[in-house]
C-alpha cells in the first residue's frame, strides 16, 4: 500500500468510528426549534387548566388577571425562546429573594451568609414566626420571609434609599432592563404587612437583624414589589444558569462562586413546603413568588420561568409547575439524568 492509501484508510476508519458519536451528539443538541417545540406542546396542554388560585393576603394581587399565561428560555449562550404572553408583568414577590441573596453572598461571601443567616430549610411555612423563635434566630434561610428580611438588612448602603438602589441596580442586572416598582402591589402590602415587621423585631431581639427593622421591612416589601414579566425571570434564571453572566447583556453579574452556593439554596428550599416534592420530580434549583412567577435554572444549558397567577395550596404557580417539569422531561434536561458510560 501506499503512503497515500494507508492515510486514506485510516481517515476512512476515523470517520467511521467519529460519525456515529456526530449523530448522537446532534440527537441530544438543545436546538431553539427543540425548546420551542417543548414550549408550544407545554403551553398547549396546560393553557385550560383551572386549577389554582390568586393569593389575596396581599389584596392587590387577588386583582390580578388569573388568565396571565407566559412562558419563557433564555439559554447560556443567549437564545431567548417564548411562547404565549410575555408582555404582562406581575410582582415578583419571593423570586427576588433569590437575587439579593446572591448579591449578599457576592459582597460577603457564602460563609457569612451561612453564619449570619443560616441556610437550612426551616421546615415551617414561608412566613413563621415560630421558626425563629424554636432556632432563637439562627437557621432561618433566606428563602423565606425571616431569612429573606435579614438578607435584605445585610446588602450594602450607608441608608435605606442606598440600599433599595443597590438592590433594584442587582435585580435588574440580573433581568438585563431596569426593573420598576408595581406601586399598587408596594402600597397594598406595606399597608399590611405587620407580620413581617413582627418577623424582623423578633430577628432584632435575637441580634439577627442587621439594619433598623422597620426600614428593612420596607425595601424587603419593595424588593417584592418589582414588576416581571417571563422574560425578565427566565433571563434572571438564564444568568444563573450561565455561572453569573446574563447571557443577553454579557455582563457579570455575579462570580460563579455565588452561584454555586445560590443554586443549593434554591434546590432545598424554593418552593415552600414543597421543595422536596419540587426537586424529586425536576432536578432543578427553583424559585416561585406569590405573584405567579417561577423560574428555574437548568445550569449550563438555561433559564426557564413562566408566569401564572393562580397559586396551589403550597403557594406555588400551578401551570408554572406543570410546564416546568414538563419540558425538563422532554429535553431530557434533569441534571440527574445520567447516561451510563
Ligand atoms: N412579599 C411577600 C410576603 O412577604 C412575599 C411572599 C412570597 O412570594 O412568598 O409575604
Same mark, same amino acid.
Given at each position: 500500500?501506499?503512503?497515500?492509501?494507508?492515510?486514506?484508510?485510516?481517515?476512512?476508519?476515523?470517520?467511521?468510528?467519529?460519525?456515529?458519536c456526530?449523530?448522537?451528539?446532534?440527537?441530544?443538541?438543545l436546538?431553539?426549534?427543540?425548546?420551542?417545540?417543548?414550549l408550544?406542546?407545554?403551553?398547549?396542554?396546560?393553557?385550560?387548566?383551572?386549577?389554582?388560585?390568586?393569593?389575596?393576603?396581599?389584596?392587590?394581587?387577588?386583582?390580578?388577571?388569573?388568565?396571565?399565561?407566559?412562558?419563557?428560555?433564555?439559554?447560556?449562550?443567549?437564545?431567548?425562546?417564548?411562547?404565549?404572553?410575555?408582555?404582562?408583568k406581575?410582582?415578583?414577590?419571593?423570586?427576588?429573594?433569590?437575587?439579593?441573596?446572591a448579591?449578599?453572598?457576592?459582597?460577603?461571601?457564602?460563609?457569612?451568609?451561612q453564619?449570619?443567616i443560616?441556610?437550612?430549610?426551616?421546615?415551617?411555612?414561608?412566613?413563621?414566626?415560630?421558626?425563629?423563635?424554636r432556632?432563637?434566630?439562627?437557621?432561618?434561610?433566606?428563602?423565606?420571609?425571616?431569612?429573606?428580611?435579614?438578607?435584605?438588612?445585610?446588602v450594602?448602603?450607608k441608608?435605606?434609599?442606598v440600599?433599595?438602589k443597590?438592590?433594584?441596580?442587582?435585580?435588574?442586572?440580573?433581568?438585563?432592563?431596569?426593573?420598576?416598582?408595581?406601586?399598587?402591589?408596594?402600597? *397594598?402590602?406595606?399597608? #399590611?404587612?405587620?407580620? +413581617?415587621?413582627?418577623? !424582623?423585631? =423578633?430577628?432584632?431581639? $435575637?441580634?439577627?437583624?442587621y439594619f433598623?427593622?422597620?426600614?428593612?421591612?420596607?425595601?424587603?416589601?419593595?424588593?417584592?414589589?418589582?414588576?416581571?414579566?417571563?422574560?425578565?425571570l427566565?433571563?434572571?434564571?438564564?444568568?444563573?444558569?450561565?455561572?453569573?453572566?446574563?447571557?443577553?447583556?454579557?455582563?457579570?453579574?455575579?462570580?460563579?462562586?455565588?452561584?454555586?452556593?445560590?443554586?443549593?439554596?434554591m434546590?432545598?428550599?424554593?418552593?415552600?413546603?414543597d421543595?422536596g416534592?419540587?426537586?424529586?420530580?425536576?432536578g432543578?434549583?427553583?424559585?416561585?413568588?406569590v405573584?405567579?412567577?417561577?423560574?428555574?435554572?437548568?445550569?449550563?444549558?438555561f433559564?426557564?420561568?413562566?408566569? *401564572?397567577?393562580?397559586? #396551589?395550596?403550597?403557594? +406555588?404557580?400551578?401551570? !408554572?409547575q =406543570?410546564?416546568?417539569? $414538563?419540558?425538563?422531561?422532554?429535553?431530557?434536561?434533569?441534571?440527574?439524568?445520567?447516561q451510563?458510560?
Amino acid at each position: 500500500m501506499t503512503r497515500t492509501s494507508v492515510l486514506l484508510v485510516m481517515t476512512i476508519s476515523l470517520i467511521m468510528f467519529i460519525h456515529p458519536c456526530i449523530i448522537k451528539a446532534q440527537d441530544n443538541a438543545l436546538t431553539k426549534e427543540k425548546i420551542q417545540a417543548a414550549l408550544d406542546e407545554a403551553y398547549a396542554k396546560f393553557k385550560d387548566v383551572k386549577e389554582g388560585k390568586n393569593a389575596d393576603y396581599i389584596k392587590e394581587l387577588a386583582t390580578v388577571d388569573p388568565k396571565i399565561f407566559g412562558i419563557a428560555v433564555v439559554t447560556a449562550d443567549g437564545q431567548v425562546i417564548t411562547k404565549g404572553d410575555i408582555d404582562s408583568k406581575v410582582s415578583i414577590q419571593s423570586v427576588s429573594k433569590v437575587f439579593t441573596m446572591a448579591q449578599d453572598i457576592e459582597e460577603l461571601g457564602h460563609q457569612a451568609i451561612q453564619d449570619k443567616i443560616g441556610v437550612d430549610a426551616t421546615g415551617e411555612v414561608f412566613n413563621s414566626i415560630v421558626a425563629i423563635e424554636r432556632m432563637r434566630g439562627k437557621e432561618i434561610n433566606p428563602l423565606v420571609n425571616p431569612g429573606a428580611i435579614a438578607a435584605t438588612s445585610l446588602v450594602a448602603g450607608k441608608d435605606s434609599a442606598v440600599k433599595w438602589k443597590h438592590i433594584v441596580d442587582v435585580q435588574s442586572a440580573f433581568a438585563g432592563r431596569q426593573l420598576s416598582l408595581n406601586m399598587p402591589v408596594y402600597i *397594598s402590602e406595606a399597608g #399590611d404587612n405587620l407580620r +413581617n415587621q413582627a418577623i !424582623a423585631h =423578633l430577628l432584632l431581639a $435575637y441580634g439577627r437583624m442587621y439594619f433598623d427593622p422597620v426600614q428593612a421591612t420596607d425595601i424587603y416589601t419593595k424588593q417584592c414589589a418589582l414588576n416581571v414579566n417571563a422574560k425578565d425571570l427566565a433571563t434572571m434564571a438564564g444568568t444563573l444558569a450561565n455561572g453569573g453572566v446574563n447571557p443577553l447583556t454579557k455582563k457579570k453579574v455575579v462570580s460563579q462562586e455565588t452561584v454555586l452556593y445560590t443554586l443549593p439554596v434554591m434546590a432545598t428550599a424554593g418552593l415552600y413546603d414543597d421543595s422536596g416534592i419540587w426537586y424529586y420530580n425536576s432536578g432543578l434549583p427553583a424559585k416561585s413568588g406569590v405573584g405567579g412567577g417561577l423560574l428555574a435554572v437548568c445550569p449550563g444549558k438555561f433559564g426557564i420561568a413562566v408566569v *401564572s397567577p393562580p397559586l #396551589d395550596a403550597a403557594g +406555588n404557580s400551578v401551570k !408554572a409547575q =406543570l410546564v416546568i417539569k $414538563y419540558v425538563v422531561e422532554k429535553l431530557k434536561v434533569n441534571p440527574f439524568l445520567i447516561q451510563p458510560k
